[in-house]
């Protein structure tokens, strides 16, 4: 019984350091409009945080676990995408790691040098329609709060496609407020 385990394990996961995956494609973005919900989230170094708190920006968040082949390997194309945007004060990133410890976290974002910001929200669940129901799950909020965007599993978020999307949601205009 042990070496049908043995052998099982072996071929699910190989024992190699790279594992054999198709390259990484342009997201395809699922088009969404409705009210963000509230969404709290904790900075590495245990601060509170607010999705509220970003109003007027777009956001990109990713939920991502460093348990999920999948977001490891797009990890490096959002330090990219995030690079693009780092001084741009009208885009935010929100990182978030579920089902992850803070420490696990810290040693991932270290040993690869990540400089975007990384948050978690342990084993909590958002609300929906913020709630991933597959690993990586990205979403896009308006400056005005809501939710435009979706994309489930793994993608190359360094292709210009992206850039483009998120610049069409930092010209959209404000939803009108009746009066």
């Not at 978030?96 to 669940?125: C, R, W």
């Not at 190359?156 to 009066?179: A, F, G, N, T």
Request: proline share 9%; net charge neutral.
């Amino acid at each position: 019984m042990r070496a049908f385990l043995y052998v099982a394990v072996a071929l699910l996961f190989p024992l190699t350091s790279e594992h054999a995956t198709a390259p990484l494609k342009p997201p395809v973005i699922e088009s969404l409009s409705q009210r963000a919900p509230l969404f709290e989230y904790r900075s590495l170094d245990g601060n509170m945080h607010r999705l509220s708190e970003l109003k007027g920006k777009v956001v990109v968040i990713d939920f991502w676990g460093t348990w999920c082949p999948g977001c490891v390997e797009e990890m490096p194309t959002l330090q990219r995408l995030y690079e693009v945007y780092r001084s741009n004060p009208r885009v935010a990133f929100v990182i978030v790691s579920q089902n992850d410890t803070p420490g696990k976290v810290k040693a991932f974002v270290e040993k690869h040098h990540l400089t975007m910001p990384i948050y978690y929200i342990g084993s909590n669940q958002p609300q929906k329609p913020l709630a991933p129901s597959a690993w990586p799950a990205t979403y896009f909020v308006s400056p005005e709060g809501r939710l435009r965007g979706v994309h489930l599993g793994g993608a190359d978020w360094s292709d210009i496609s992206v850039q483009k999307y998120i610049e069409h949601l930092e010209q959209e205009d404000p939803v009108p407020r009746s009066k």
